[in-house]
T-cell receptor, first 110, second 114 residues
Framework: RKEVEQDPGPFNVPEGATVAFNCTYSNSASQSFFWYRQDCRKEPKLLMSVYSSGNEDGRFTAQLNRASQYISLLIRDSKLSDSATYLC???????????FGTGTRLQVTL | DAGVIQSPRHEVTEMGQEVTLRCKPISGHNSLFWYRQTMMRGLELLIY????????DSGMPEDRFSAKMPNASFSTLKIQPSEPRDSAVYFC????????????FGPGTRLLVL
């Protein structure tokens, strides 16, 4: 089983729709969780951290479910500009390294 | 402030040739990471350094790959000899040690080995 798993998609949604992605992780000792956004032919960029209590940034909501070992990203009122690949990342242990999922591709259409 | 700088941005080479990728981390960051990204395997960590010292190279595919960090502002990833299956995008990232949320990626080097 991979350490971090995501549905690769693509998720094709119309503008204005709400879309949610999940990401599962295998190591119950994982401590920190993040969502990154990667545009086509660009580098990944941090979108938001995921806190135990959940967190919201505008149209984006991230949640953590430790019992079931998954994190989620909810995008409300999706825009064309949200089209990208969304990578989840998990931090385990004392070292600085992150383990990434393979990403979920989102395509928002008119 | 300048972000992570990588060079070259694109590299096309023939099988068997040596390839050297370069990275300049963000000033003040003391952790540096080399990743490889392919469609099939996603983003894989190859090696990372803390304070110029290699900490974990378990992701380095084989002996053909080597990485160095001679000082706090420069790192190289070398492939010798290169093979077609090495074709990928190679990203360098840097962060403050113990602050994973500060990890920033460079623009990547697109490598094509013919």
């Amino acid at each position: 089983r991979k350490e971090v798993e995501q549905d690769p998609g693509p998720f094709n949604v119309p503008e204005g729709a709400t879309v949610a992605f999940n990401c599962t992780y295998s190591n119950s000792a994982s401590q920190s969780f993040f969502w990154y956004r990667q545009d086509c032919r660009k580098e990944p960029k941090l979108l938001m951290s995921v806190y135990s209590s959940g967190n919201e940034d505008g149209r984006f909501t991230a949640q953590l479910n430790r019992a079931s070992q998954y994190i989620s990203l909810l995008i409300r009122d999706s825009k064309l500009s949200d089209s990208a690949t969304y990578l989840c990342a998990v931090h385990t242990g004392t070292a600085s390294k992150l383990t990434f999922g393979t990403g979920t591709r989102l395509q928002v259409t008119l | 402030d300048a972000g992570v700088i990588q060079s070259p941005r694109h590299e096309v080479t023939e099988m068997g040739q040596e390839v050297t990728l370069r990275c300049k981390p963000i000033s003040g960051h003391n952790s540096l990471f080399w990743y490889r990204q392919t469609m099939m395997r996603g983003l894989e960590l190859l090696i990372y350094f803390n304070n110029n010292v290699p900490i974990d190279d378990s992701g380095m595919p084989e002996d053909r790959f080597s990485a160095k960090m001679p000082n706090a502002s420069f790192s190289t990833l070398k492939i010798q000899p290169s093979e077609p299956r090495d074709s990928a995008v190679y990203f360098c990232a840097s962060s403050l040690e113990d602050r994973v949320e500060t990890q920033y990626f460079g623009p990547g080097t697109r490598l094509l080995v013919l």
